[in-house]
C-alpha cells in the first residue's frame, strides 16, 4: 500500500511538478491527520472483528463540545479536556452497547451515529461555531523544522500505538478476539473487556481528531467530519486492515489515511475539479480491494500447485 | 503405572447433582462425578451423552444449570473460563481454537504470562517430547488439523494447572504421538495433577486411566477402577442395545457385466494424485483411509467442488464438466459432505427446507407449492425414519442422527444414480446408525452405486461389496470379496501393500 | 397461521395502531385517513429503498449504496430530460441506472469474498461522486449544447422545470390514496410474493442461514445475489425518481441522511442483520411506523435534529429488546424443562 502511495505521488509529479515540493508535500501530511487519528481509532475496532460508523460523529461532537466551551470563555486546557471526555463518553455507549446488550456493532454504532449527529445539530442550535478565541488556532502555527506541531503530535501518536500493538502483550488480545472469540473466551482472555477498550479507544481517538480539526480549520459547522467514518473505515482496509478482524497493523491503517488524503491532493494538482474525489475515492477502494482479491487467490493458488507438484499430495498424517 | 496414587486425600474435584438444559432439552440429568490428585480418570460415552457439556461446565465454558461443585474441598462457581484458570482448572477442548492470523508461538502463549524468549524456551521442549514439528513464527492458519490438535495439548501441557482435562485429544493423532501424550499424562498424574480423559477408543481407555465414568443419556450410568472392568462392560454401558444387533450377513457381490455408473480416470487436484476406479449400479463401494489420505478431497472433486481438479469422471458413460454441485446433481451424482453443519444442513430453518434445498425447481414453475413441498417431506420421514414433531421445526433442535437423516433425504431427493457418502454415521446415535445402515443396503438394491467414505472400518467393512484404500493421496489398490477384513482393510489405511489391486 | 398473532409481524402492526392512536391524540389530524396517506409521501423513499434491501439483508450481506443511487437516478433523469428526451423515458434512463448500479454491487459480492460492507461503501463513494460530477463531465463529453449555459450550470441547483405529467405522479391520488402509496403497495406484495412463494426468496434464506451448505446443495448462489442486490438498486432508483416528482427537482444530493432511516427500518422490521431471516411485511410495517413517528414529531414542532436521536435510539432500543427477550425466553424455557425432568 505504502508502494502504491509513493507511486501516485511520483506518478502526479510528473504531471505537475509543484507537488514533489517538500512544502506540498507537508501540506498533504497536514491535511490528513484527521483521518489518520479517526482511522487509528477505527482500527481497534476492526480488529476485533467489529464495526463503528459513529466515530465521524463523535468527531464533529468532540468539537462542537471544544467549540462551544471555548466560546464559554473555558480555559483551552479544560475545553480540550471536555472534548476528550465527550469522545472517551461516546465510545463507551458504542461499547456497552455491544458488549453488554450484546447489540450487533453496525446496528449500535448506526444508531448513536444519528444520535450524534443529531445532538451536535441541537447544541450548535443549526448554526456555525465561530470566532474561537486565538489559544485554540494557534498550535496550528507552530512548527518545527517547517513541519506544523500537530503532523509532529501525531506521529508520535501513531508511533507510541505501534509500540504498543507490537509489544505490549495485552494489545494483542484485540487481535485474538476478533481472529476467534470464542477461542479467547475458552482461552480465559478478557473478552468484554477487551472489546469494550476498542470502542472507547475508538472515542477517544475521534475526539484527539477533533482537537487537531477545530484547530486546523479554526470553526466547527454542524456538519464537522460528516461521512469521515466512512473514510475511516476505507483507509483501514486500503491499509491491510481486515474486516473479519485479528490482522492490520496501525501503520498500515495510517498511510491508508494518507493515500486517502493524498488522492483529494493528487486530484487538485492535476487539475481535476474537487466534484470528483468521492467518485475516484469510491473506485480507488474498489479496485485495491479487487487486486486484493485477486492476489490473494494467485497465492493460494500457488501453494497449491506447489503442494501438487511436490510430494505425492496428501498433506498431514 | 498404577501405583503413586495419593490416597486418604481430599479429591480435587466434586460434582453432584449437575444439571444442564440446552434449549428445553436436558442434556445433563442429576451427574456425579469426582476426581482425585494424581488420577487419570477417563469419561465415555456416546454420541450426545454429554460427556463435552460436563467438562465444559467443569472449566467454566458453560454453567451447570442445578448442582454444586467442589474442589479441593471448597465449594466454588466456576462461571467463566478465566475463573477456571484461576483455581487450575484447564482444558484442552475437542475442536482447536485457532487464531489463524497469529503465529504458532503466539496461539500458544495467549493468555500466559510469558514474553516471548521465555515462552518459545518453555514451549520447544513440549513440542519435542510430543514430536511436534512446525515452524513457531508462520502463521497457525497454515497448520494441519493434526497439528493444530497437536496445538491445543501443548497449550494445556504449559499451563501450571492442577486438573487437566483432555477432549477428545488423539482423534487426529498417530499412534506414535497419541503414546508421547499418554506418556505426559501419567507424568501429569505422579506429580499430583488429576486428569480427565474423553475418549471413544477403548483400547486407550483401559491402557493408561486408573478409573473410568460411562455416560449415557445425560446420566452416570458406571464408575469404577480400570483393573475391575473389561471392555465388554464398558461397550454395554454405553450402548446397551447395540451389541446384541444382529447384523445380517452382506453377501458380497461381485460386479456384474453391467456398465459402471461412475467412471473416475486419473483424477488430480491438490490431495490427491491419479485417482482411477470405476463404480457399477447396485454396488457399495467403500473408501478406506486414514484422516488426511484425501478421501474427502477425491469426493469433493469428483462432485464438482473443486475447481482446480484435473482428470475425466463419467456419470452413466457422461463425462461431468465438473461446475459444481448443481450440475453433477442434473447428471444424477449427489454427495453427502461430512461436515453436515457446515456443509449440509441449515439449522435456524426449518428441517423440511434443508431436505428440499437441492430440488426447489421441481417444487413449482414460478411459485413454490407448499403441498408439494410437505409431500418430499413427508415421505422421507417415512423413509428414514426421522422423528420430529413438525416438517418445520428448525433442524437445529433435531438431534445427531436425525439431522443427519434430514442431509441425506436432502441428497435423496434429487434421485440420484450415485451416491457419494462421507461419514454418514459420524456423531449419531446407535438406533439412527443402523437406519443409515438399512437405507445404504436399500439404495444398493434400488440400482444406485454408493461410495461409501468411512473412518469407521468396521462399517466400511461390512457394508461393502468392495474396497478402495487411500493412503496419503494414493489408491493403494482394491480389495474384493473374501479378502475385506477388517485387518487387511486397517493394515492398508496405514500404507501396507500386499493389498491386491 | 396460529403462529402469525406470536410473530414480530404482529407486534409491529399492534404498535403501528397504537402509534397512530396515540399521535391522533396529540394532533387530531392524523385521524384524517387522507391526511394520514398523504403523510406518506413524505417518507415513501425509505420504503422503496429498504423494501428490496430486506432480500439483501437476508443473505447476510447489506447494501448502504442505495443513498447514492438515489442521487445517481435523480441527476440522469434530469440530465437526459435536459437534452430532450421524455421524461417518462427519461425516468426508465434512470431506473435503467439503478439497475446498473445494483449489478455491479452484486456482481462484486458475488464473484469475490469482499465484505459486502467494504463494496458497497466503495461504490456509496463512487456512485455519489459520480452523480455530483455528472453534469461536468457530460459538458467535457460534447454534450454541452444541451444545457442552456452547458450543463454544469446545474451541478449546485439542480434541474427544475419538470413537466406537469411527472410532477402528477406523486399529486394524483385514487381516492384518497395516493399515487406513490399505491405503488409502494404493489412493490412490496410483488417483492413479498417474490421472497415468501418463489424458489429465489427460499434461496435467499438459504444463502444467508449457511452458504457452504448453500453451494454443497447445488443452489445457484451468484445469479441469487446479484438479483438481490440488482432489486435493492432498482429500489433505490426508484424511490429517487419519486423523490425527484415529489420534490420537483432533480438534484445528485437526494438522498441525504436516508441510511439511518432505511436500515432502522429493515432491522426494525424483523430481519436479523447478519441473515437468515426477515420479511417484507415487516419492513414494510417498520417503514410506516417510522415514518409517521417521524411525520408525528414534526407535527409535534420537534426538530429533525432531535428525531434523529430519537429514531437512532429506537434502533438500539428495538434490538436491545430483541436480544433480551431472546436470552428470556431461552432461559424460561431451560428453567421450565429442568423442573419437569428433575420431576420426571
Known sequence: MALLLILLVVATGFVNPNILRFKSLVEILNASLTLVLIALGEMFVIFTRGIDVSVGAATGLAAVILGTTLNLGWPVGLAILAALSTGVLAGAVNAFGVTFLRVPPIIMTLGTLGIYRGLMRIITGGSWIENLPQSIKDPNLWGFLGVPFFVWATFLVLAVTAWTTLRFRPARFFYAVGDNEQGAYVLGLPVRATQFVAYTLAGLFAALAAVVYTSQIGFVSMNAADGYELKAIAANVLGGVSLTGGAGTPLGAAVGALFMTAVHSMLIFLGVPGIWDNAFAGLILLLVVYADYRLRRALELQRRQARILGEGGGSGG | ????????????????????????????????????????????????????????????????????????????????????????????????????????????????????????????????????????????????????????????????????????????????????????????????????????????????????????????????????????????????????????????????????????????????????????????????????????????????????????????????????????????????????????????????????????????????????????????????????????????????????????????????????????????????????????????????????????????????DRVLVMHKGRILGMLEGEAITLERVTEASFGNRGVSA | ??????????????????????????????????????????????????????????????????????????????????????????????????????????????????????????????????????????????????GSEGLAAYQYEGITGLPDSFIALTEGTVGIVPYPLILVLFFALALGLLLHRTRFGRYLYLIGVNPEAARYSGIPIVRTLVIAYVLSGFGAALAGVMLTSYMTSARADLGGDALLPIITAVVLGGADILGGSGTILGTLLAGLLLGFLRQGLLALGVTNDLIQVVIGGLLIAAMAAKQLLSRWGERRLNRRALSASQRG
Do not use: C
Open chain 2, 1 to 464: 503405572m498404577r501405583e503413586g496414587r495419593w490416597a486418604s486425600v481430599t479429591p480435587l474435584l466434586e460434582l453432584e447433582g449437575v444439571w444442564k438444559v440446552f434449549s428445553g432439552v436436558p442434556v445433563l440429568k442429576g451427574v456425579r462425578f469426582s476426581l482425585e490428585p494424581g488420577e487419570i480418570h477417563a469419561l465415555l460415552g456416546g454420541n450426545g451423552s454429554g460427556k463435552s457439556t460436563l467438562m465444559k461446565i467443569i472449566a467454566g465454558v458453560y454453567a451447570m444449570d442445578a448442582g454444586t461443585m467442589r474442589f479441593k474441598g471448597a465449594s466454588v462457581r466456576v462461571d467463566s473460563p478465566s475463573a477456571a484458570h484461576a483455581l487450575g482448572i484447564y482444558m484442552v477442548p475437542q475442536e482447536p481454537h485457532i487464531f489463524p492470523h497469529l503465529s504458532l508461538l503466539e496461539n500458544l502463549g495467549m493468555g500466559l504470562p510469558y514474553g516471548a524468549k521465555e515462552l518459545s524456551d518453555r514451549v520447544r521442549p513440549v513440542m519435542e517430547a510430543l514430536e511436534f514439528h512446525a515452524d513457531l513464527f508462520e502463521p497457525a492458519a497454515f497448520l494441519s488439523i493434526a497439528q493444530q490438535q497437536l496445538l491445543e495439548i501443548v497449550r494445556g501441557l504449559l499451563r501450571e494447572a492442577s486438573v487437566l482435562i483432555f477432549d477428545e485429544p488423539t482423534s487426529a493423532l498417530t499412534f506414535r504421538e497419541a503414546e508421547h501424550l499418554f506418556e505426559r499424562m501419567r507424568r501429569l498424574a505422579r506429580e499430583g495433577i488429576g486428569i480427565v480423559f474423553i475418549s471413544h477408543r477403548l483400547g486407550e481407555v483401559m491402557e493408561v486411566a486408573d478409573r473410568v465414568s460411562v455416560l449415557r443419556d445425560g446420566v452416570m450410568v458406571l464408575e469404577g477402577p480400570t483393573e475391575a472392568l473389561t471392555p465388554h462392560d464398558l461397550v454395554r454401558a454405553m450402548l446397551p442395545e447395540a451389541t446384541d444387533v444382529p447384523v445380517e450377513p452382506t453377501e458380497r457381490r461381485g460386479t456384474t457385466g453391467s456398465d459402471p455408473v461412475l467412471e473416475v480416470r486419473g483424477l488430480s487436484s491438490e490431495a490427491f494424485r491419479d485417482a482411477n476406479f470405476r463404480l457399477y449400479p447396485g454396488e457399495v463401494l467403500g473408501v478406506a483411509g486414514l484422516v488426511g489420505s484425501g478421501r474427502t478431497e477425491l469426493a469433493e472433486a469428483i462432485a464438482g467442488l473443486d475447481p482446480h481438479a484435473r482428470g475425466e469422471v463419467r456419470v452413466g458413460g457422461v463425462p461431468l464438466r465438473r461446475l459444481g454441485p448443481a450440475e453433477s446433481q442434473r447428471r444424477g451424482l449427489v454427495y453427502v459432505p461430512e461436515d453436515r453443519h457446515a456443509h449440509g444442513i441449515f439449522l435456524e430453518l426449518a428441517s423440511l427446507y434443508t431436505m428440499t434445498a437441492s430440488i426447489l425447481p421441481e417444487l413449482g414453475r414460478v411459485f413454490l407449492s407448499t403441498a408439494k413441498e410437505a409431500a418430499v417431506g413427508r415421505r422421507f420421514v417415512d423413509s428414514l425414519n426421522i422423528k420430529l414433531h413438525s416438517l418445520w421445526q428448525p433442524a437445529g433442535t433435531l438431534s445427531g442422527g436425525n439431522q443427519q437423516k434430514v442431509v441425506l433425504a436432502k441428497a435423496l431427493a434429487t434421485r440420484p444414480r450415485v451416491i457419494i457418502l462421507d461419514e454418514p454415521t459420524r456423531g449419531i446415535d446407535a438406533s439412527a446408525r443402523r437406519d443409515v445402515y438399512r437405507l445404504i443396503r436399500a439404495l444398493a438394491e434400488q440400482g444406485v452405486g454408493v461410495l461409501l467414505i468411512s473412518s469407521e472400518l468396521e462399517e466400511v467393512v461390512e457394508l461393502s
Open chain 3, 1 to 146: 397461521m396460529a403462529r402469525f398473532w406470536k410473530s414480530w409481524e404482529f407486534a409491529l402492526l399492534g404498535l403501528l395502531v397504537l402509534e397512530i392512536l396515540v399521535l391522533g391524540a396529540v394532533n387530531s389530524t392524523f385521524y384524517d385517513p387522507e391526511n394520514l396517506f398523504y403523510s406518506t409521501l413524505d417518507f415513501m423513499h425509505i420504503l422503496f429503498a429498504a423494501l428490496p434491501l430486506t432480500l439483501v439483508i437476508i443473505t447476510a450481506g447489506i447494501d448502504i449504496s442505495g443513498v447514492s443511487v438515489m442521487g445517481l437516478a435523480s441527476i440522469t433523469l434530469g440530465l437526459v430530460w435536459v437534452a430532450g428526451v421524455n421524461v417518462f423515458v427519461a425516468a426508465g434512463a434512470a431506473l435503467l441506472v439503478g439497475v446498473l448500479a445494483g449489478l455491479l454491487n452484486g456482481v462484486f459480492v458475488a464473484k469475490t469474498d469482499v465484505n459486502p460492507l467494504v463494496v458497497t461503501l466503495g461504490t456509496l463513494f463512487m456512485y455519489a461522486g459520480l452523480a455530483q460530477g455528472l453534469p461536468s463531465l457530460l459538458d467535457l463529453l460534447g454534450f454541452k449544447a444541451y
